[in-house]
């Protein structure tokens, strides 16, 4: 099939390779010279593992471009990928995907579906169809179908290739015979249904996911007041499938470029409707009492953190990323500045992004030893695996005073006693 794909972030561009990858004949398109320049060059803008090799290995199927009239004009489907960032009221920003409808309906030549990924208010799906039905230039028929995506972040390759489910919302027949031609090669289950309920489907997963996070961080709020393990009892919770194993990690609160924009899109969506979605007004007021909570545990060993060396661990929301999009550290970090701490981090992924984020008086580190050798206290913002592998008793050696404050539970507690530092983590007893 041609398909053409519009916007190359995270969605876009994975859905791109993906489809090239079981077949399809692939256009992007994005405005951004210089990222298309980039990914001519086989070079993937966006960290990512696994996606510039699929990029490279089907490099005859992918091509890239700014011209957009080109890419739609005969492709048989056009897939919207394009940001919906959140606006100050917490509703989601639709500008570049109805500047995408208008060209799309300006341009086509074709019968063909347009397929938007992108995240999008319920009823939305609706009005690009209206819109293009408004603005068509020639005689085709553009089908609109709602396709959200579900993939995370380090893992995006994976879980579009073996996804759970594709959802599909349609209102014709024929969108639905061309979705399931497009998906064919992918051998996953999927639900077809309206836009209406695909659009929902969609802010549903996400936020029941945000309120499950939101729900055992506030568990292990209450583990650490009665002296209860969070790990234990998530995992005794886990193992009954009606809940489930997974996002029961306890931490300081979900992050990223979905959950705190999707949760308060649909918080906003229902108000809107006069409607007060009161379970997920509380997982984000929960979210963040939750990332500022290491820098309130930190306050129960200093008074302030002026003329202290703090070592930062992590920036990023999550592992195996570069992003840091809502991080804990984008928080917390100007407050200890602001207090007067000296600030030393190290990343893998991070710094570079962060530096562009923040630019202040932050060291940064090329190593973890680097970042806590003298520190009077280090907090730890993200599980990466380097920290989970990192010699526990380097702390105690290198550290001015060994309190570790981790806010993603990286250690056993039997470890951290048997190093001598002080540990102090999320929802477990602390460790002297
Ligand atoms: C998420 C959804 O998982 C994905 O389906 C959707 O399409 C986009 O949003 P992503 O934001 O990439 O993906 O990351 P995810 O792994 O879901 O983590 C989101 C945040 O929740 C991270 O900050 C993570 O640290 C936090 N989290 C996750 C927890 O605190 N505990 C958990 O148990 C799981």
């Known amino acids: 099939m041609r398909v053409s794909v519009a916007g190359t972030g995270y969605v876009g561009l994975v859905t791109a390779v993906t489809l090239a990858e079981k077949g399809h004949f692939v256009t992007c398109v994005d405005i951004d010279e210089e990222k298309i320049e980039l990914m001519r060059r086989g070079i993937c803008p966006i960290y990512e593992p696994g996606l510039e090799e699929l990029m490279i290995r089907n490099k005859e199927k992918i091509s890239y471009t700014t011209d957009y009239m080109a890419a739609y004009k005969r492709a048989e489907v056009i897939i919207v990928g394009v940001g919906t960032p959140e606006k100050k009221d917490g509703s989601a920003n639709l500008k570049y995907i109805y500047e995408v409808a208008r060209q799309i309906a300006h341009t086509v030549e074709r019968d063909c579906l347009v397929v938007i990924k992108s995240t999008v208010p319920v009823g939305t799906n609706d009005k690009i169809a209206q819109m293009i039905k408004e603005n068509i230039k020639n005689h085709v028929v553009v089908d609109v179908v709602s396709n959200p995506e579900f993939l995370s972040q380090g893992t995006a390759v994976k879980d579009t290739l073996y996804a759970k489910r ?3 919302g349609v209102e014709t027949e024929r969108a639905g015979n061309v979705m399931r031609e497009m998906y064919d090669r992918f051998d996953i289950p999927y639900v077809m249904t309206d836009r209406k309920s695909a659009e929902m489907i969609k802010y549903a997963s996400n936020d029941f996911l945000a309120l499950k996070i939101s729900y055992i961080n506030e568990i292990a709020n ?10 234990d009892v998530a995992k005794g919770m886990g193992m009954d499938p009606r809940i489930g194993d997974r996002f029961l990690n306890a931490g300081i609160g979900y992050g990223g470029s979905c959950f705190p924009k999707d949760t308060k899109a649909l918080h906003w969506l229902a108000s809107f409707n006069d409607y007060e979605l009161k379970t997920i007004k ?3 007021e929960v979210n963040e009492n939750q990332k500022i909570k290491l820098v309130k545990k930190a306050r129960k060993y200093f008074d302030h953190f ?3 060396n703090v070592a930062v661990l992590g920036l990023t929301f999550k592992p195996e990323t570069d992003d840091l999009r809502d991080a804990p550290s984008i928080e917390n970090i100007p407050l200890l500045l602001d207090d007067g701490a000296n600030v030393r981090v190290w990343d893998p992924a991070g710094m570079e992004n962060f530096k562009k984020r923040l630019p202040s008086d932050i060291i940064y580190c090329e190593s973890i030893e680097e970042a806590i050798t003298n520190a009077d206290v280090c907090f730890i913002f993200t599980e990466w695996s380097e920290i989970k592998k990192f010699d526990i008793h380097k702390y105690s050696e290198l550290m001015k005073y060994p309190l570790v404050i981790d806010g993603r539970n990286c250690y056993e507690l039997s470890s951290a006693k048997e190093a001598g530092i002080v ?8 460790v002297f």
């Open 423 to 430: 540990y102090d983590s999320i929802g477990r007893k602390r």
């Open 222 to 231: 209450l583990c650490e007041i009665v002296g209860a393990d969070i790990e």
């Open 166 to 168: 594709i959802v599909i």
């Open 282 to 284: 509380a997982a984000i």
């Open 306 to 308: 002026n003329g202290l």
